[in-house]
């Protein structure tokens, strides 16, 4: 089956620590996305990328690093310089293209222990 | 202003009623806006895409643009329990290389 695949589901940091959420597509997309959801919000996008070993910050990037090594990859850290890193993290893929829609993975819940 | 706005609070419907969300965006140039139905917990799935103005059906659903207004609504007809919950409004913007811009959501709470 094709579609995104998330790890893990649930995701608890430490202080001073950097973890690593996995994002990974099988759909053969070109432009893959990080959103960050805090609860009774919408969407805000952290980093998004279009090409291997390219990407470009969102809206909310600071404290957060991503690369694109594979096409089919786009792993997100969130860093120790992200002092609320509390969310619902969610991995999306597209198309190139004005009129494509998102798929999205089934998302990260993280917390701080 | 923000790119998408979503302002009413949560919405309760009785079953069968029907449920009307709205939503705003602020560049005139946008072609592409979506509905996304995410139940609690869960990732967002997308129940409506519309491109052109006008109304869009697609079963109980419908969509409608005015991009004029630039504004977008979503009709829930006939609703039922399980419409119970956040849709959010997604736009793609003129700018901003493909990427899109999301609505902080409408929660919608049908009562049977």
């Known amino acids: 089956d094709g579609g995104i695949t998330q790890s893990p589901k649930y995701l608890f940091r430490k202080e001073g620590q950097n973890v690593t959420l996995s994002c990974e597509q099988n759909?053969?997309?070109?432009?893959m996305y990080w959103y960050r959801q805090d609860p009774g919000q919408g969407l805000r996008l952290i980093y998004y990328s279009q090409i291997v070993n390219d990407f470009q910050k969102g809206d909310i990037a600071e404290g957060y690093s991503v690369s694109r090594e594979k096409k089919e990859s786009f792993p997100l850290t969130v860093t120790s310089a992200q002092k609320n890193p509390t969310a619902f993290y969610l991995c999306?893929?597209?198309?190139?293209?004005?009129?494509?829609?998102?798929?999205f993975g089934s998302g990260t819940q993280l917390s701080v222990l | 202003q923000k790119e998408v706005e979503q302002n009413s609070g949560p919405l309760s419907v009785p079953e069968g009623a029907i449920a009307s969300l709205n939503c705003t965006y602020s560049?005139?140039?946008?072609?592409?806006f979506f509905w996304y139905r995410q139940y609690s917990g869960k990732s967002p799935e997308l129940i409506m895409s519309?491109?052109?103005?006008g109304d869009k059906e697609d079963g109980r659903f419908t969509a409608q643009l005015n991009k004029a207004s630039q504004y977008v609504s979503l009709l829930i007809r006939d609703s039922q329990p399980s419409d119970s919950a956040t849709y959010l409004c997604?736009?793609?913007?003129?700018?901003?290389?493909?990427?899109?811009?999301f609505g902080k959501g409408n929660q919608v709470v049908v009562i049977p």
């Open positions: 997604a736009v793609r913007p003129s700018y901003g290389n493909n990427r899109l811009a």
């Open positions: 999306a893929s597209g198309p190139i293209g004005g009129y494509e829609k998102l798929f």
């Open positions: 759909l053969n997309h070109d432009a």
């Open positions: 519309i491109y052109s103005n």
């Open positions: 560049d005139r140039g946008s072609q592409s």
